[in-house]
């Protein structure tokens, strides 16, 4: 079993940033890919950044392209989210997710485990 912790939202203006970390414990994130999730109140959950399991790859929706950066520390078991330029389309509950030997492809149905999430609110 993994749990997962996320924490680092908040209530931001827009234009600021803010970075997201997502916590592990029970087993070792190295051998998992890594997805980050987000939701908005009324719309249906869309994968925002993802990461291999070998730290290689990286892939992002092109809404946050340029904008965010996924990034992971094994010896720390944690991984990152990092959210500049925010917009208020950016408000929403962010999840990250762990799926066994993942890669950037892999579908958000062969994610196993699952965060609680952190709401990241993005005022105009």
């Known amino acids: 079993q993994v749990q997962l912790v996320e924490s680092g939202g908040g209530l931001v203006q827009a234009g600021g940033s803010l970075r997201l970390s997502c916590a592990a414990s029970?087993?070792?994130?190295?051998?998992?890919?890594m997805g980050w999730f987000r939701q908005a109140p009324g719309k249906e959950r869309e994968i925002v950044a993802t990461?291999?399991?070998?730290?290689?790859?990286?892939a992002y929706a092109d809404s946050v392209k340029g904008r965010f950066t996924i990034s992971r520390d094994n010896a720390k078991n944690t991984v990152y989210l990092q959210m500049n330029s925010l917009k208020p389309e950016d408000t929403a509950v962010y999840h990250c997710?762990?799926?066994?030997?993942?890669?950037?492809?892999?579908?958000?149905?062969?994610?196993?485990?699952w965060g609680q999430g952190t709401q990241v609110t993005v005022s105009s």
């Open positions: 997710a762990a799926a066994p030997w993942g890669t950037v492809r892999t579908p958000p149905n062969k994610y196993d485990y």
């Open positions: 029970g087993r070792t994130l190295s051998s998992y890919g």
């Open positions: 990461i291999s399991w070998s730290g290689s790859s990286t």
